[in-house]
């Protein structure tokens, strides 16, 4: 129930910033879907590497106060991606 909170950046949520323990900071941007911008403030969406089909990809969300959690939708829409690098 908190794993959220620790991963959301210190700014830029409308409602419940986290408080960037981890590192992470997981930024509010939103998503693109059908050519429109949703939820600037208060979702941060992040493609994974997993597909769930030939259409289709998992993501990880993040929503308001200390939500997060995944799920697949259509790889049309546009989630933001974190690259990491190997060491």
């Not at 794993?3 to 939103?30: E, H, I, R, V």
């Not at 941060?44 to 995944?70: C, I, K, L, Q, V």
């Amino acid at each position: 129930s908190t794993a959220g909170t620790k991963l959301k950046s210190t700014t830029g949520w409308s409602s419940g910033n986290g408080d960037g323990s981890y590192g992470f900071a997981a930024f509010p941007a939103g998503y693109r879907n059908s050519g429109s911008f949703n939820n600037l403030g208060s979702h941060a969406d992040f493609w994974t590497a997993n597909e769930s089909s030939s259409t289709n990809a998992y993501y990880r969300y993040f929503y308001t106060g200390a939500s997060m959690g995944s799920n697949y939708n259509s790889k049309t829409n546009a989630y933001s991606v974190r690259l990491v690098k190997d060491s």
